[in-house]
């Protein structure tokens, strides 16, 4: 089955910028469809956080903001907060499965 | 503002059929171009991407659960339904039922969560 793939984890220190990587192939990111990202805190349903590759929902900070070039996708969050530890996951959709298909997700650390 | 909430059985036996239903609150399930979904997550794990139902009524489904996945729509309880059948242990996992927005769709709503444990 299709999928696209996070590294399993990331850290940065409060301040720091940090990216988490989304990589795709030619069914999903790389046939040119939108990628979206979710941050999921402990416990809770996850939250959109990105939609259409760099689109911010209302109330989500600018510090977060997404691309993607090619096969692969990236989420950048600046300006590193505590309360920005969580779980993040990319998703897309894949031509190859006519439907939605999500990253492995990526715990991020704040140190 | 769209609410989802999910409800059913917290504990179903192997070889059974697990249901569970997504009520909609806030506005008509079948107004507008939304994909109602489903998506599991086992615990400590990722997504899943189970399914989805469009507002005209069609369907598509995980290739890996295609066989005994349905979901169905409920217009006039403005309710989406998840049926999965012949579960094992690894169907154990916390349910969320989501809005799919925009194309191709983001979840931008999503229910609280329910967690589904296969036990005897």
């Known amino acids: 089955q299709s999928g696209l793939t996070q590294p399993p984890s990331v850290s940065g220190a409060p301040g720091q910028r940090v990216t988490i990587s989304c990589t795709g192939s030619?069914?999903?990111?790389?046939?040119?469809?939108?990628v979206h990202w979710y941050q999921q805190l402990p416990g809770i349903a996850p939250k959109l956080l990105i939609y259409g590759n760099g689109n911010r929902p209302s109330g989500v900070p600018d510090r977060f903001s997404g691309s993607n070039s090619g096969t692969s996708a990236s989420l950048a969050i600046t300006g590193l907060q505590p309360e920005d530890e969580a779980d993040y996951y990319c998703?897309?959709?894949?031509?190859?499965?006519?439907?939605?298909?999500f990253g492995g997700g990526t715990k991020l650390t704040v140190l | 503002q769209v609410q989802l909430q999910e409800s059913g059985p917290g504990l179903v036996k192997p070889s059974q059929t697990l249901s569970l239903t997504c009520t909609v609150s806030?506005?008509?399930?079948?107004?507008?171009?939304?994909?109602w979904s489903w998506i599991r997550q086992p615990a400590g794990k990722g997504l899943e991407w189970i399914g989805r139902?469009?507002?005209?009524?069609?369907?598509n489904y995980s290739p890996s659960l295609k066989s005994r996945v349905t979901v169905s729509l409920d217009t006039f309880k403005n309710q989406f339904s998840l049926r999965l059948t012949s579960v094992t242990a690894a169907d154990t996992a916390v349910y969320y039922c989501?809005?799919?927005?925009?194309?191709?769709?983001?979840?931008?709503?999503w229910g609280q969560g329910t967690m589904v444990t296969v036990s005897s």
């Open positions: 998703q897309s959709y894949d031509s190859s499965l006519s439907g939605s298909v």
């Open positions: 806030g506005d008509s399930i079948s107004s507008g171009s939304y994909y």
């Open positions: 139902i469009y507002t005209s009524g069609s369907t």
């Open positions: 989501a809005r799919g927005s925009g194309w191709p769709y983001s979840f931008d709503v």
């Open positions: 030619s069914s999903n990111i790389g046939a040119g469809y939108d």
